[in-house]
Every structure is written in C-alpha cells, then in structure tokens.
C-alpha cells in the first residue's frame, strides 16, 4: 500500500526558505492537498491547501505539479517559533473507496 | 468557544475498561472527523461524519471502538474492553462542509491504558 511521504526532519536557520516535500503517489482525483503544523501536546493546525499548481497565503506557499503526485511547503523566513513538525493530509485510492491520510511528518529545527 | 473542545484532556484506564471520548466542534461544521495519533507518529484516520450520518468509519482498527454523533453536533468516541495498544492520542476535527475543506482540530485526549 502506498504511503504519504515525507523527509523525517530538516534543520534551518531563522531567515532562511525552507521548502518541505510531500510524496503522495496514490492521491486521490478530486481531493484537496492540506498541509498542517503541530507543536507538542497540541492538535494540528492548518497552514495551506490547494488542488494544482501553485497556492499562496500570508505564511506560506504551496507548490503542486501537474500529476499531483507530491507537493513542495514553502515557508519564506522561517523564525524559531517555526520550530514544530510539518504534515501533509491528502485523500488516498484504496482498494475501498479514499482515505484521509496524513503523511509521516517532518520535524522543522529552526536555530539561531 | 471558538475552536473545536475534546474532554477529558486526560484519561488514564485499566486494560478491559470501557472509556467515553468526547469532542465538541465548531459550532454549525457540518463533518466531523477522529483521528488517533501514537506517540512519534502522523495522526491515523479513524471515522467521518456528515451532521449525524457516520459516512466512513474504515479506519476504526476493531469492532471494539464505536463512534456516534446523534444530534450532528457533540461526538463521542468509546472504547470498549480497553487495551494497551488503544493508549495514543484521539483528535478530533471539524471542517465546514466537506473533507476537502481546512479541518480545524481540538487538541485531543490523551488516552493511558495500564
């Protein structure tokens, strides 16, 4: 069964762009691509969502190619307060229907 | 409140109790969504719903958990003859309509089967 995929971490510093990749090659036709930050002992927050090419908002950028089979989080300056795991949600093909799927995660070190 | 509420914060059960999760959401979201989250690992889908409809609930890993959401509104989730492997993380989401829309999530309740 194919998984969401996602680097395991990523280091950076305050001020830089940091770019997180999501490969999701079983993605659902119609479903959306959301990408969500978590800090400890919290709930997942949302960030960005989008469907094909690029998304923009007022903290980050989503980038989509045109097979939908990854996506790019673009954060531009990122600040410690960055500092928190990274997940991708897509709707996955199963052998039942779709599944809501969030991808393994990515834990962001923003340092001085 | 403005956000989605889970509660207890807590729960800490013996192995073959049953336990009752509940998640208050967004107030007019019409789905509603549980996940569990073990420790050091992305959030597993569990089951939706659609106001009081259970649309999908092929993530629930055994017959032993049971979801409801009568009035389309409050949820709650329960675990019957808990186990040690049911300790994790339970989150709840809202969205305002569909699943394709930004999922707005309580932050969860931590379950601790001994």
């Known amino acids: 069964l194919a998984k969401t995929t996602q680097p395991i971490s990523m280091d950076s510093y305050e001020g830089q762009e940091v770019n997180i990749t999501c490969s999701h090659n079983n993605i659902a036709t119609n479903d959306y691509i959301t990408w969500y930050q978590q800090f400890p002992s919290q709930g997942p927050r949302f960030i960005i969502q989008?469907?094909?090419t690029k998304v923009t908002n007022e903290v980050a950028s989503l980038f989509i190619p045109a097979d939908r089979k990854s996506s790019t989080l673009s954060l531009p300056r990122v600040s410690l307060s960055d500092t928190a795991v990274y997940y991708c949600?897509?709707?996955?093909?199963?052998?039942?229907?779709?599944?809501?799927?969030f991808g393994t995660g990515t834990q962001l070190k923003v340092e001085l | 409140g403005a956000g989605v509420s889970q509660s207890p914060r807590y729960k800490v059960a013996k192995r073959g109790q049953d336990v009752a999760l509940r998640c208050d959401p967004i107030s007019g979201h019409v789905s509603l969504f549980w996940y569990q989250q073990a420790l050091g690992q992305g959030p597993e889908f569990l089951t939706y719903?659609?106001?009081?409809?259970?649309?999908?609930k092929s993530g629930l890993p055994s017959d032993r958990f049971f979801a409801e959401r009568p009035e389309g509104s409050v949820s709650t989730l329960k675990i019957q003859r808990t186990q040690q492997e049911d300790s994790a993380v339970y989150l709840c989401?809202?969205?305002?309509?569909?699943?394709?829309?930004?999922?707005?999530f309580g932050d969860g309740t931590r379950l601790s089967i001994l």
């Open positions: 949600l897509v709707g996955e093909h199963t052998g039942g229907g779709n599944k809501l799927t």
């Open positions: 989401a809202s969205s305002l309509f569909s699943s394709n829309q930004p999922q707005h």
């Open positions: 989008g469907y094909k």
């Open positions: 719903f659609q106001n009081e409809a259970q649309l999908d």
